[in-house]
């Protein structure tokens, strides 16, 4: 997946806030961006918040002694990889215990200097993350990570590298349960599969969002 998405305030953002169980709704943001501040569902206690937070897991206070803060330079935490949840120190107790959805209407790729706008048909896309809560003084500064599963065949040709984990509603209200840590349950969740059909839309550029060219449908997988 590529450093960019998007919130759009229309129909489909509220649908999704409304299957999260919230009433509140994500800030139309047209082009959040590694660093960026993004926002974020999670459960704490029973209860689910909706949080502004910096889009890298990795985070320290920038170097100019002002209450700003920037993503770790030493080390890339945009996006966790599926393989290394379980495995890897950085991920494996905040996959346990501090998951999150990112709810987002679509999020951008390149192909050469052409940026695509990729959404899922009908619906808004609600990305599985893992967060974080850091403590700075009296600061506090929440920040998060998006899951990133194996490429898709159908979807190389826009991005081959990988395929952000879009979750479905029935998955939920185990992903946000931060007592359920028996993560084996999630492993048919990490499969690059393609469970809506992908619409991408070639723009001119994340902040206007213009269309350029005729939007390509990728369809979705038969299970």
Not at 45 to 69: C, H, N, Y
Not at 149 to 157: E, M, N, V
Request: net charge neutral.
């Amino acid at each position: 997946m590529c450093g960019r998405y998007n919130v759009i305030d229309d129909d489909d953002i509220s649908r999704l806030m409304s299957r999260l169980g919230l009433e509140a709704k994500p800030q139309e943001r047209r082009n959040v961006a590694p660093g960026a501040y993004g926002q974020f569902v999670v459960e704490r206690a029973g209860t689910r918040q909706l949080v502004d937070g910096m889009w890298s897991l990795l985070i320290e206070p920038k170097p100019d002694g002002r209450e700003e803060f920037r993503p770790n330079p030493k080390f890339s935490t945009l996006n966790a990889r599926s393989d290394r949840l379980k495995s890897s120190p950085l991920w494996r107790k905040r996959y346990a215990r501090q998951r999150c959805v990112v709810p987002a209407s679509a999020f951008h790729e390149w192909v050469g200097k052409q940026c695509y706008n990729v959404r899922q048909a009908g619906q808004a896309l609600a990305l599985g993350g893992l967060y974080e809560t850091w403590q700075y003084g009296d600061v506090v500064v929440p920040s998060f990570t998006i899951v990133t599963l194996p490429p898709h065949p159908r979807f190389a040709h826009i991005h081959h590298k990988s395929l952000p984990l879009m979750l479905e509603p029935d998955s939920f209200d185990a992903w946000l349960d931060p007592t359920f840590t028996s993560v084996e349950a999630f492993d048919d969740l990490l499969r690059p599969v393609l469970r809506h059909a992908l619409l991408a839309r070639p723009i001119d550029s994340p902040k206007t969002l213009s269309p350029v060219g005729a939007t390509e449908e990728i369809a979705a997988d038969l299970e």
